[in-house]
């Protein structure tokens, strides 16, 4: 190489040498006080969206496990509660074993029957108040099979969301709790068929929406020819449910009229159906009985309010199992004129004529005997075994019931026991997850600082030979002024 003076490429190569040391110099300093081997794209573009994607899933599964811990707490509030519960049933089949016993009269039975009846409804109010963050727990709301979380306020049994994805054989599981209410234990309160009443309509409306957000948005073979699309036919129905609960209601309340001549044939016809259900109660009626004579309408009213509650509720469950299912309504008091319940153009409803009406009919039919189905065998937990202990007879049936709502209490005490269990192996699973997930995350993420120091002393050293190297580059051009005799 010449000496020259214009261009001092030794110089130029040291220079060019020193910033390649002190870029990597750099990039060691920055690691080493980040503590992170990639501090940006493009130390390592691949390893920074593969490191990304993991703490997404670590947040994502630490989230998981906290979800899962308040699904214990709520677990165990509701658990606790079920205790109590538990010490109020075995007060009330206590009160029961001593009313069932002949060596108390009518004035202390009644003493017993009210404090009966106030655990009954402590249990219920107990139900009533159970929550968890605003979520009431044994009321019922959490008993239904279908989980709706399309609204602000998510429906039906509760879902516990844990994993990073959506899988639900990965990420998520049900918690459901039945009512336990006494009303849903069939104890205590509802004596009457009013209060019957009431719950087989809300029943039926309960089952009947569930019917109608069941169906098919457009299933062409349910619409007439010409008719409008079933959506709309749908929209129709769904539009005037009141009408059709309403118009349920009026026909199931007829059977609270039976307790005179007016009523006692449509009586005595519907006790011809009722069959082996008839046989548990009192009143000595033929199986086939057409007509209902004066002294069988004196004998009926000289039974006791309690015996005819019992009449009436098993000639309106009756009257339910045979129109729902399809068998003869001929005397049922759910029919009218025609036999069968109004349809639409009797309900009244809009936008229902000609072909449009035949579709909303078929609509009608499908949904409500449906409903009527359900809402039937939710009458199964209605009987009035439980409801009351005024007398003896009344005091030996509910120790059966009270049995049974021991029983369906236990079934769901251990169905918690058993789904805390779970959520706690999941907890620890979730846990391992994040953890080996963290790991991987610092393999590719974090800087192995023995390594980077070792590399950080190296480029220290060669920059600081560069600077030197370089300072002598830079004075080689004043030999050139020697030569010239400067």
């Known amino acids: 190489m010449s000496l020259v003076i214009n261009n001092n490429m030794m110089a130029a190569n040291t220079a060019r040498t020193l910033n390649g040391h002190y870029g990597r110099l750099a990039q060691s300093t920055q690691r080493l006080s980040s503590g992170l081997r990639i501090n940006s794209a493009a130390d390592d573009a691949a390893g920074l969206a593969i490191r990304e994607l993991q703490r997404a899933d670590i947040a994502a599964l630490q989230q998981g496990a906290r979800n899962a811990n308040d699904a214990i707490s709520l677990i165990q509030t509701a658990d606790g509660a079920l205790g109590v519960i538990d010490e109020k049933l075995i007060r009330l089949k206590e009160l029961a074993e001593q009313a069932a016993t002949g060596t108390y009269d009518s004035t202390q039975r009644l003493m017993i029957e ?29 008993s239904s099979d279908k989980h709706d979380g399309s609204g602000l306020i998510s ?34 309160s509802a004596s009457t068929w009013s209060d019957v009443h009431s719950r087989i309509v809300a029943s039926f409306a309960e089952h009947l929406k569930a019917e109608l957000d069941a169906l098919p948005i457009e299933p062409t073979h349910i619409n ?5 699309k079933n959506a709309d036919n749908i929209a129709i129905v769904k539009n005037n449910m009141s009408l059709i609960i309403s118009d349920f209601s009026d026909k199931l309340a007829t059977v609270s009229l039976l307790n005179g001549t007016d009523n006692g044939d449509q009586l005595a016809a519907s006790w011809e159906h009722i069959g082996a259900d008839g046989a548990g109660y009192s009143i ?3 199986q086939n009985k057409a007509i209902w004579t004066a002294d069988e309408d004196a004998e009926y009213n000289a039974l006791s309010d309690r015996e005819k509650q019992r009449i009436q509720y098993a000639i309106g469950r009756n009257a339910m199992q045979r129109y729902a299912n399809g068998g003869d309504p001929t005397y049922s008091p759910l029919d009218n004129a025609n036999g069968a319940l109004d349809d639409a153009a009797d309900l009244g409803l809009p936008d229902v004529t000609g072909d449009n009406e035949a579709a909303v009919n078929v609509i009608l039919q499908k949904v409500r005997e449906g409903a009527l189905k359900k809402a039937w065998a939710d009458t199964e937990k209605y009987d009035y075994a439980g409801m009351t202990i005024q007398t003896q007879e009344d005091a030996q049936m509910a120790l059966d019931a009270i049995n049974n709502a021991i029983v369906e209490k236990d079934k769901i005490r251990a169905h918690l026991g ?54 002598q580059a830079n004075s080689l051009p004043q030999m050139a002024m020697q030569l010239i005799g400067g």
């Open 224 to 228: 007439s020819p010409g008719s409008t």
């Open 114 to 142: 009210s404090e009966y009846q106030a655990m009954a409804s402590e249990i219920t109010r107990i139900a009533h108040a159970t929550d968890f963050n605003g979520i009431h727990l044994l009321n019922g709301n959490l």
């Open 155 to 188: 429906e039906g049994k509760l879902k516990i969301h844990f994993g990073s994805g959506n899988s639900s054989m990965e990420d998520y599981y049900y918690i459901k709790i039945g009512e336990c209410t006494a009303e849903g234990f069939s104890i205590g």
């Open 284 to 286: 000595p009626l033929p």
């Open 418 to 471: 058993a789904m805390q269990n779970r959520l706690e192996n999941t907890i620890t699973n979730l846990n391992v997850q994040a953890e080996n997930l963290q790991a991987a995350e610092s393999r590719i993420s974090d800087v192995d600082v023995a390594t980077e120091m070792t590399e950080f002393v190296r480029n220290q050293i060669l920059t600081q030979s560069a600077v030197a190297m370089l300072s």
